[in-house]
């Protein structure tokens, strides 16, 4: 897929981990794990700090959502439930929670790309992803806060994804979890990819930054519950690394495991349903959008990117990839809310002022370039009849033939 000379990208390596060790000096990181992926593959590691070991798993948080976007896209692929149907046919319990402002029914497609209108949450969701069927029942019952009508505009709901959770539930009969571990996490050999902390394998301790100094969240390592389905897995660089790889080769029409997801669905994940506008990422703007569980952005330097950070107590963690190209970076790091966006795109734009990616240029189809070839014949040597054969009869009527040769 990439047009990117392996060998020359093999030996940014001295220069990713430069950018590694300032980004843990600027950030305050204790540490942080890093890959890059081409063509479907992790071809380059490293790590800053204490923890070397790169089998080692890391709360991902709201890196989870693309996940859950997945599962419900599965099912849509199925014919088991629609985007565009309001949650509360799927769901009865969810029928009353409506937005303002004669806001009309909220649906999955509302929720997949955060469209409801239910208000930001993420403090509040991040210390409540072990809540109880019965305690959100009690939220949908007394009614969420929102902060615009449905459909209206962007705002990103954690609250949102456990909506979806609980769809899936009622539909399937069985948790979000236990549907993205058989239809994913397996058949993608992601067994470092866990919902439950992982006692019998080494996991990074949760830290925070207090007085220039790292010490233990303390706060408890929250269970799966109703509210993890937006943010509760546990994964390693090399788990996600594959999942990146698997997402993104459908934007190049390749299907390496037929039948978990089609390529239509992991494109419409990846295509923007609901525009942001522009954002600032490490001093530079860009346009984007929210697609489904994932971050669209087009990139002046790089084209168009495909990402989502994560971030709980003690856990900051993003994926980035180039779209369509093959190419992509993961970082996890043990700190609160760490900003690994950051580093990502870094490694990106390395890439890119070392002359190994450039913007994607378009290539023309072949009907295109035989078209390209007729007009340039008929314009050295003009013919009307063969202009009325080449153009659509508006071309003409337009602006007539003798006037154009002038």
Not at 14 to 40: F, R, S
Not at 75 to 80: A, M, T
Not at 138 to 147: K, L, N, S, T, V
């Amino acid at each position: 897929m990439a047009e990117i000379d392996r060998e020359s990208l093999l030996a940014t390596h001295p220069l990713i981990d430069e950018i590694a060790q300032q980004c843990a000096n600027e950030m305050h990181l204790p540490g942080m794990q890093w890959g890059v992926v081409l063509d479907g593959e992790l071809v380059l590691v490293g790590s800053v700090g204490a923890i070397t070991d790169h089998s080692t798993r890391y709360r991902i948080a709201s890196m989870t959502k693309s996940f859950t976007a997945a599962a419900v896209l599965s099912l849509r692929d199925e014919g088991v439930l629609a985007l565009d149907v309001p949650v509360g046919l799927y769901a009865p319990e969810l029928a009353d929670v409506v937005g303002p402002d004669s806001s009309p029914p909220i649906t999955l497609r509302h929720l997949l790309s955060m469209s409801s209108g239910l208000a930001t949450d993420d403090a509040w969701a991040d210390r409540h992803l072990d809540a109880t069927a019965d305690e959100m029942n009690r939220i949908y019952a007394d009614g969420p806060e929102f902060a615009f009508a449905t459909g209206t505009n962007f705002e990103y709901s954690n609250l949102g994804f456990a909506l979806i959770g609980r769809v899936v539930e009622r539909v399937t009969g069985r948790k979000v979890r236990d549907h993205i571990d058989k239809r994913f996490l397996g058949p993608l050999s992601m067994s470092a990819t866990t919902w439950d902390q992982p006692h019998h394998a080494p996991w990074a301790e949760p830290l925070r930054l207090v007085d220039d100094k790292h010490i233990a969240d303390g706060a408890p390592l929250l269970g799966d519950g109703e509210i993890s389905p937006m943010g509760g897995l546990w994964s390693t660089v090399a788990d996600v690394a594959r999942w990146m790889c698997w997402l993104d080769e459908a934007n190049a029409g390749r299907d390496s495991l037929t039948g978990q997801l089609s390529i239509a669905s992991r494109r419409d994940m990846q295509s923007v349903h609901t525009f942001i506008g522009d954002s600032e990422l490490d001093g530079q703007s860009a346009p984007g959008g929210y697609g489904f569980g994932l971050l669209l952005r087009d990139d002046p330097l790089l084209g168009m990117t495909v990402s989502h950070s994560g971030g709980l107590p003690g856990y900051g963690s993003n994926m980035r990839w180039l779209y369509g190209r093959g190419l992509g970076v993961v970082g996890l790091s043990n700190v609160t809310y760490a900003p690994m966006g950051v580093f990502t795109q870094r490694v990106l734009k390395l890439f890119h002022s070392a002359d190994l990616i450039h913007q994607p240029i378009t290539p023309l189809t072949p009907l295109l370039q035989q078209r390209v070839t007729q007009l340039i014949e008929l314009l050295n040597e003009w013919n009307d009849d063969q202009a009325r054969s080449l153009f659509a009869d508006n071309v003409e009527l337009d602006t007539s033939f003798m006037i154009r040769q002038m």
